[in-house]
């Protein structure tokens, strides 16, 4: 089992880009998270789905926008990047978001926008 | 959601109990506590979680008190390898925002 999958692993972009982030869990869970990391902070929930067809903000949403593809797929889209928005982001997934379960992350993915 | 406060920083020494705080002062009653590990960076990794009873598992044992208002993480013989950024984290029971703090920073020295 690969668990949850993140691509790609580095990103550089230009202030304006846009671009998606790729996320895939092969355990069946039923919610999945996209986290960001600054330097020396903890993570920072920016969106996450409850259930295939769901989304709702997390705590840092501006900026960010989210698509559940299907059970297994929840990407992260970057309209116009911004230099605030250069951090390691991580998808993580949960079999059934009740609350007593617990997550599965992935490896991250580190972008630097400039 | 209830915040939790972590000290900063915590040294061990190689093969001793560490043994690592946490106080979430507003947890709910339905609200469970979490602990999961940082190492370098990479994605954080679960450790334990709980409710209202202690629980062990084959990495570590979670005490909390009786009012809940704080628990414990126990490592009973920690390593080089333990040294990371634990994170104590409460969550809704039926939610599911699950918001990190800074966490605590364990250096396990031999």
């Known amino acids: 089992n690969a668990g949850v999958t993140q691509t790609p692993k580095f990103q550089v972009l230009k202030t304006g880009q846009s671009m998606t982030l790729q996320c895939a869990q092969d355990?069946?869970?039923?919610?999945m998270y996209w986290y960001r990391q600054d330097p020396g902070m903890g993570l920072r929930l920016i969106y996450y789905s409850a259930s295939e067809g769901t989304t709702d903000k997390g705590e840092v949403p501006n900026g960010y926008n989210v698509s559940r593809l299907n059970k297994r797929e929840f990407s992260l889209r970057l309209e116009s990047a911004a230099p605030s928005q250069t951090s390691v982001y991580f998808c993580?997934?949960?079999?059934?978001?009740?609350?007593?379960?617990?997550?599965?992350f992935g490896s991250g993915t580190q972008l630097s926008v400039l | 959601d209830a915040k939790t406060t972590q000290p900063t920083s915590m040294d061990c020494a190689e093969g001793r109990a560490a043994n690592l705080p946490c106080n979430h002062s507003?947890?709910?009653?339905?609200?469970?506590v979490y602990w999961y590990r940082q190492i370098h960076s990479q994605g954080p990794q679960y450790i334990i979680h709980?409710?209202?009873n202690n629980e062990t598992n084959e990495m570590a044992s979670l005490i909390i008190t009786e009012d809940r208002k704080s628990s414990t993480l126990i490592l009973p013989h920690a390593t080089l390898r333990d040294t990371a950024v634990y994170y104590c984290?409460?969550?809704?029971?039926?939610?599911?925002?699950?918001?990190f703090g800074a966490g605590t920073i364990l250096r396990v020295k031999s």
């Open positions: 355990m069946n869970h039923n919610s």
């Open positions: 993580a997934s949960s079999s059934t978001g009740t609350g007593n379960e617990k997550l599965f």
């Open positions: 984290i409460v969550r809704v029971g039926y939610g599911n925002k699950l918001v």
């Open positions: 709980g409710l209202k």
């Open positions: 507003t947890i709910s009653g339905n609200e469970y």
